[in-house]
């Protein structure tokens, strides 16, 4: 590995390795630095991808790294642990040094964030081991794959009854639980009642499986419901604690009144608050999909080329003026 690049890409699924991949056919010197622990990784496969539907998460992310390492993108699995702002080399003011979790130290012109989101789940027993499987939390991702089955919306944010009516287009055997009736107002109510959707209102005990499979949730009087998929919304939290050093911290998330999780803000380009640092994917967008993810890598990369391209130009023309 190179101790210098054009660009550091931290993370590597969908995101940084689109960004990767226009700024290597750009003929740009990329890294991308991925500790293995992609959001989807729970997931069978990854849907609405055209011309990839259904592909498993960890094929599309191997078909990625082959197809950047064809345009010289060096790819490396490791954690950063530190970054941070440096002194340019005179021609480009802009620098940065990252760290990593070997020890290893890399230096950059500029940086693209794409290291993604944690998903915060609801406290309830046996919910995080079935999570990705068993327990979904998005209709366009899961929903074919539950369609006509007892679906179970676990609510337990205003929002959930938003989510109860998405899982009702594809099922017409859905229970909401409502695990506090402040939750849901009389007009919800009666909208839930209107498409059919059972209520069972109180506090949920546990998610119940057998083997591997899901099949119930119990309730906290003890009553088991026999369910074939649960749906449950998480807090996306943005991974971001390594940009400390830049000063970058992410920014609440609020959908419908609630909390989502959190994210970096950026302008169109994915162009951050810092200058040469760019992000893309579910670090800036907790609800984009796997091919939103990826559109917004390619825009980032190649805002960066660009940006490149003008800071190349004015080295250039400070040679000129200074007869070098």
Known sequence: MSDHFDVIVIGGSAAGLSAALILGRSRRSVLVVDAGEPRNAPAAGAHNYLGREGVAPAELTRIGRQEVAAYGVQVTAGRIVATSATDGDGTDPVAFSVTLDSG???????????????????????????WGRGVVHCPFCHGWEIRDQRIGILVTTPNGVHHALMFRALSDRVTAFVTDPALVDDTAMAGLTARGI?????????????????????????????????????????????????????????????????????????????????????????MATVIASAAAGTQAGAAVHGDLVQAD????????????
């Not at 899901?214 to 390594?242: I, K, N, Q, W, Y």
């Not at 169109?268 to 907790?286: C, S």
């Open 104 to 130: 290893a130290v890399v230096t950059a012109r500029r940086l693209v964030v794409a290291s993604g989101a944690v998903d915060v789940l609801p406290e309830v027993p046996g919910l995080a081991e079935q």
């Open 198 to 286: 059972g209520v069972i209102t109180g506090p949920v005990a546990r998610v119940v499986s057998s083997g591997d499979v899901l099949t119930g949730v119990e309730t906290g009087s003890g009553e088991v419901v026999p369910l074939d998929a649960l749906a449950a919304a998480s807090t996306a939290e943005a991974r971001v604690d390594v940009l400390a050093g830049l000063g970058l911290v992410a920014e609440d998330v609020v959908v419908g009144g609630s909390r989502f999780g959190s994210a970096l803000v950026v302008d169109a380009a994915g162009q951050t608050g810092v200058r040469g640092v760019y992000a893309a994917g579910n670090v800036t967008a907790p």
């Open 313 to 324: 130009l004015a080295a250039a023309l400070a040679g000129v003026a200074a007869g070098v």
